[in-house]
T-cell receptor
Framework: VTQTPKFQVLKTGQSMTLQCAQDMNHEYMSWYRQDPGLGLRLIYFSYDVKMKEKGDIPEGYSVSREKKERFSLILESASTNQTSMYLC???????????FGPGTRLTVL | RKEVEQDPGPFNVPEGATVAFNCTYSNSASQSFFWYRQDCRKEPKLLMSVYSSGNEDGRFTAQLNRASQYISLLIRDSKLSDSATYLCVVNRVVVGSQGNLIFGKGTKLSVKP
């Protein structure tokens, strides 16, 4: 699982798309954010192309899955409380190991 | 009760010690359980799945108690390289959906020489 960019600094109100790609032909892809003391929290997930479901904290985010191998996280208007480490993950359908990308560290000023 | 709850630690132990981590989950319908390991500034990686009968992988033993909704991880003969955060993971059962994986906040382990 690969993620781009690795680091990003935004100003409040700017928009940004975080990219995630996997080459394992996995059906399931998801986005988490990880913050100290709060752990990994699920933002959105997808089981199929053009399909998406909200996770626990979808507010302020949207996603896009146009191809099976790619799942993008979109911040339409960044806010300072979106400063975080964002992790993308993928797995095969059913109960299987979930593989994570290396993360995108986002800072919103 | 939180969906997945772990003791945050930190656990500071000497090399060679045995250490046990506990985790509780709230949804009795959950079917899949895992332990992930996360090194500092790295992504989480699967350590081992947890099966009903309990399972062992070298120095690591995982146990599941469905009646108590409790999962454990035992590490024997701790090594310096075991220092990491250990995440308890449970599948969330969602009606009408394939569900997803929910992560505990993690337990930090530090093994000292």
């Amino acid at each position: 699982v690969t993620q781009t960019p690795k680091f990003q600094v935004l100003k409040t109100g700017q928009s940004m798309t975080l990219q995630c790609a996997q080459d394992m032909n996995h059906e399931y892809m998801s986005w988490y954010r990880q913050d100290p003391g709060l752990g990994l929290r699920l933002i959105y997930f997808s089981y199929d192309v053009k399909m998406k479901e909200k996770g626990d904290i979808p507010e302020g985010y949207s996603v896009s899955r146009e191809k099976k191998e790619r799942f993008s996280l979109i911040l339409e208007s960044a806010s300072t409380n979106q400063t975080s480490m964002y992790l993308c993950a993928s797995k095969a359908g059913g109960i299987n190991e979930q593989f994570f990308g290396p993360g995108t560290r986002l800072t919103v000023l | 009760r939180k969906e997945v709850e772990q003791d945050p630690g930190p656990f500071n132990v000497p090399e060679g010690a045995t250490v046990a981590f506990n985790c509780t989950y709230s949804n009795s319908a959950s079917q899949s359980f895992f332990w992930y390991r996360q090194d500092c500034r790295k992504e989480p990686k699967l350590l081992m799945s947890v099966y009903s009968s309990g399972n062992e992988d070298g120095r690591f033993t995982a146990q599941l108690n469905r009646a108590s909704q409790y999962i454990s991880l035992l590490i024997r003969d701790s090594k310096l390289s075991d220092s990491a955060t250990y995440l308890c993971v449970v599948n969330r059962v969602v009606v009408g959906s394939q569900g997803n994986l929910i992560f505990g906040k993690g337990t930090k382990l530090s093994v000292k020489p």
